[in-house]
């Protein structure tokens, strides 16, 4: 079965400080992978998708970059932390390209606080 | 551009009750439909989805939504509410040329005692 991992769950970060969160995923080829931000009360947005090695689209203009330089591991950063950065990360996948009715599927998050 | 709207940030129900949790999308054609759940601190679990098929569509913990497409809706219900499922709730659609899913804004469900 296919599982996410994602790490840290929490990390404390000064104001500009560089970040990376790290998701990988088990048990499945070529997955599309996503990374979101939850803000405190508020819904899902969408920072990044990923249908391939080193295909990366950005869906808003921010502080963050993605990279995936595994078939599946994804990775979240960042040169210089702001505090508008703070929240709650999640890392998702969903089956590859040919499949688009499928779900995505979520990891357990990264809670990160900038002081 | 798809949308989706969750009636009630918060819905509040007694212990036994039936939950009704709203959910409208925007596309004139039939997107695939999905709900999630998320307790506190926790990441997004599945609870059922729509692609094809029967409308009605049963999920995981006794929930099951309708698909009604001349309303343009999936509402989530579930005949009698336990504690366990107190936690947010959110719906989510898929237009059929994207991998991307569009999510509302979360409804979080409380149980009274």
């Known amino acids: 079965s296919q599982t996410i991992h994602q790490w840290p769950a929490t990390l404390v970060q000064p104001v500009g400080s560089p970040l990376s969160l790290e998701c990988t995923v088990e048990?499945?080829?070529?997955?599309?992978l996503y990374w979101y931000r939850q803000a405190a009360g508020r819904g899902l947005q969408l920072l990044f998708y990923?249908?391939?090695?080193?295909?990366i689209s950005s869906e808003v203009p921010q502080n963050l970059s993605a990279s995936r330089p595994q078939d599946r591991q994804f990775i979240l950063s960042s040169k210089k932390l702001l505090l508008s950065d703070s929240g709650f990360y999640l890392c998702?996948?969903?089956?590859?390209?040919?499949?688009?009715?499928?779900?995505?599927?979520f990891g357990d998050g990264t809670r990160l606080s900038i002081l | 551009a798809q949308s989706v709207t969750q009636l009630g940030s918060h819905v509040s129900v007694s212990e036994g009750a039936l939950v009704l949790l709203r959910c409208n999308y925007s596309?004139?054609?039939?997107?695939?439909l999905f709900w999630y759940v998320q307790y506190p601190n926790q990441g997004l679990q599945l609870l059922l989805k729509?692609?094809?098929?029967?409308?009605l569509v049963k999920g995981i913990n006794g929930f099951e939504a309708e698909f009604k497409k001349s309303e343009t809706s999936f509402h989530l219900t579930k005949p009698s509410a336990h504690m366990s499922d107190a936690a947010e709730y959110f719906c989510?659609?898929?237009?059929?040329?994207?991998?991307?899913?569009?999510f509302g804004s979360g409804t979080r469900l409380l149980v009274r005692p």
């Open positions: 596309s004139s054609v039939p997107p695939y």
């Open positions: 048990g499945t080829s070529n997955p599309n």
């Open positions: 989510a659609v898929s237009e059929r040329s994207s991998y991307k899913l569009i």
């Open positions: 998702a996948w969903s089956p590859s390209a040919a499949f688009r009715n499928q779900p995505q599927h």
């Open positions: 990923s249908v391939g090695i080193g295909q």
């Open positions: 729509y692609t094809t098929g029967a409308t």
